[in-house]
């Protein structure tokens, strides 16, 4: 069938060099963790998107976080909806179907299922408590959760040196990470034909509500990035890399000095695409305010304080029909 899109959901098709690619390889071992910092600073500095290389994350981990994802979203809907997120309250731990999460409301709805887990607790409150995991699928769980493990490892060390980047300590935002909320999410963005307009893509535009996103993407491509000149660009995926993008905290905590860049998902490829995005944020508790590097006489703080807890509950209500009903109750 062929696929008519709508103009405003076309990008530019960029080489790759339109996102930078940074090597992050003295970053993880520590032996020069300044100068990949200052490429980090850079980059958020003048799009809030870059590739990684080097990471230290293996080849065969990914793999098979990618194999596992592909059979959890080929079971029967049945089995995947006796894990549906609204069973997890607060904790938001679970299955979404299709249309079960709209990060744009006003505009699109989100043609994507995903599954969200996090590290593994009983007791319940916002953001924290016990994974749903399917048993239908012997070794996806422990498999899943070390893959959970090496994304905080390496978030920790990429929030470091944005720390450093802004001339603060490496443990600057670590010290309000003791216990922090985190998500590991995987995708699955079916292929779209036919009259493609923004009331219903892959995922709507928006910015992401907490600190840092780390991506890895499979080869199908459809990730879509908003420059600072407003012009929509492609971030095709490079094998073996993650893509790396900064959140609304850092633009707090910045004030605006980094700026939470949209993206967006369209996927026209003809295939299924499967993404595995992991965000970490601060305590929930932590309070989120511009840092005293990025506050002068000439350029006071444009935030109030507010806590992350606060601040990403609110967004995940506005995206969660059930949290509007519990809201509301």
Known sequence: MSIELHSYLNAE??????????????????????SVANKIGDVCENLGFLYIVNHGVSKELMDKVKSYTEQFFDLPLEEKQKLNIENSGETLRGYIPMFGENVDPDYTQDFKECFDYAHHEESVSPFFGPNLMPESIPGFKETMEEYHAQMLKLANKLIGAIALSLGLPFDYFYKLQQKPISIQRILHYPPQTGQITR???????????GFLTILSQDAVGGLQVKN?????????????????NIGDLVQTYTNDKYISTYHRVINTSGKERYSYPFFLDMDFNAVVEPVPTCVTDANPAKYKAYTCGEHKFRRFVDSYAHLQVEKSA
């Open 13 to 34: 098709e960029t080489e790759v060099s339109s996102i930078p690619v940074v090597d992050v390889s003295t970053l993880i071992d520590g032996s020069d963790p300044d």
């Open 199 to 209: 009331d219903k893509i892959g995922i709507g535009e928006h910015t992401d509500y």
């Open 228 to 244: 600072r000149a407003g012009k929509w660009i492609s971030a095709p995926p490079i094998e073996g890399s993650f893509i790396v």
